[in-house]
């Protein structure tokens, strides 16, 4: 059911680095492409989302890069911080019959002070 | 700020065991969701509603899940009975729109579930 393959499956990086995860998908019909942040013990909460009409979507230290020709979108986290130790999600979702929101399998990011 | 709300946290049953799950979603959100969330894995769509119809639930083990939203508002997802393998994180999400576009999900913090 994985229609989304994301990677790196844990990530390490130190505070004030930038830290990437990369995602990718293989229905062309998806045209939402969320990420969502998931602390121990809470549900997944929306961080940043984009539309395939655009490349990149900036939203103060969080950007994702969209590459549609590829089917790849990635997650940048500038100035990473401790505090955005957490695992996240890439998803895809489409606008059709079939418009079940599709989760990648996680990445666990660890910030180290 | 509003929250979707879900209970119990956490539920430790031995198999074969009948178990409920209940959910109550943002006022005024037309569809809820169910996912299951295997530890290191993403979530996967269980059963979908809208309002009190079931849109999607092409996912759900229909012989041992069964899920309800009678009056459109909150949900319950049952198992019966519970197989070691149903060890997850159950998650219920809302959404304010009707299905058939990409709209805003919020979660809920989740259902812990054992299965002994």
């Known amino acids: 059911q994985q229609q989304v393959k994301q990677s790196p499956q844990s990530l390490i990086v130190q505070k004030g680095g930038i830290s990437i995860i990369n995602c990718a998908y293989e229905?062309?019909?998806?045209?939402?492409f969320p990420w969502y942040q998931q602390f121990p013990g809470k549900g997944p909460a929306l961080l940043i989302a984009?539309?395939?009409?655009?490349s990149e979507k900036k939203e103060g230290r969080f950007t994702i890069s969209f590459n549609k020709s590829a089917k790849q979108f990635s997650l940048h986290i500038m100035d990473s911080q401790p505090g955005d130790s957490a695992t996240y999600f890439c998803a895809a979702q489409g606008n059709d019959n079939n418009n079940d929101m599709r989760f990648g399998a996680g990445t666990r990011l660890t910030v180290k002070p | 700020e509003a929250e979707v709300a879900q209970s119990p946290r956490y539920k430790i049953t031995e198999k074969s065991q009948a178990v409920a799950f209940w959910c109550d979603p943002i006022s005024g959100h037309a569809t809820l969701y169910w996912y299951r969330q295997i530890l290191g894995q993403g979530p996967e769509l269980l059963v979908q509603f809208q309002d009190e119809s079931v849109v999607d639930d092409s996912q759900l083990p229909k012989d041992r899940f069964s899920a309800e939203r009678l009056k459109g508002v909150d949900s319950t997802l049952k198992i019966q009975p519970a197989e070691l393998g149903d060890s997850a994180m159950y998650l219920c999400?809302?959404?304010?729109?009707?299905?058939?576009?990409?709209?805003?999900?919020?979660f809920g913090p989740g259902t812990r579930l054992t299965v002994l």
């Open positions: 229905n062309t019909a998806f045209d939402y």
């Open positions: 984009i539309r395939p009409d655009v």
């Open positions: 999400a809302s959404s304010r729109y009707a299905s058939g576009g990409a709209d805003e999900q919020f």
